[in-house]
């Protein structure tokens, strides 16, 4: 709980600081607040629906998705078993606006997207199927951030999706046989 907070936290004041020196405007986030954060909580739909079944037994036996889905459900439920709902609002607040400030506001502006995507993928370097997936949502997410021109966009799919999975994986039950 304190790394996810420390970490992501530190994403933000990184962000916040590489912008100033780079004369990045991060600020408004969005000229239409309320379009802008349906279009994000829609937009986290699909990839939510990639993780319910990355997760699921049916996944089991894809090589990729099987070690996603062993590393997810025992490595990552474990760091996050004793976080309360507000920890995990508080942790997927904050991979929002730290992630994405960093990686689409100021990496994605100044690098591209697909250089974004990378090291968006690396930043999550938990195991390689994980980067992978990483790198793979990170394009979704660059790509609704170029669409939209609206930072808020990614954010709140950022947001919307860590919460969901966050809360999924903590209050999934027994796993049973991985």
């Known amino acids: 709980m304190k790394l996810a ?9 990184i962000a916040l600081l590489l912008a100033s020196f780079f004369a990045i405007e991060l600020f408004p ?6 379009r802008d954060l349906m279009i994000g909580t829609a937009a986290a ?3 939510f629906l990639l993780f319910l079944f990355s997760i699921s037994n049916a996944a089991k036996n894809i090589p990729f998705l ?12 474990e760091v996050f078993s004793h976080c309360t709902l507000i920890d995990i609002i ?11 400030f960093l990686f689409r506001g100021l990496l994605q502006t100044k690098l591209g997207i697909v250089a974004a995507s990378i090291i968006f993928g690396l930043f999550h370097a938990v195991s390689p199927a994980y980067v992978i997936a990483a790198t793979i949502m990170g394009f979704y997410i660059g790509v609704s951030y170029q669409m939209s021109g609206s930072l808020l966009v990614p954010v709140q799919i950022h947001f919307v999706y860590d919460l969901a999975a966050l809360v999924y994986i903590k209050n999934i039950g027994p796993i049973g046989r991985i």
């Open 5 to 13: 907070i420390l970490t992501e936290g530190g994403a933000l004041l």
């Open 66 to 77: 099987g070690s996603l889905r062993k590393m997810v459900l025992i490595e990552i439920r």
């Open 90 to 100: 508080i942790i997927s607040l904050l991979a929002g606006f730290g992630e994405e």
């Open 29 to 34: 986030l969005t000229h239409e607040p309320v």
């Open 45 to 47: 739909i699909p990839p």
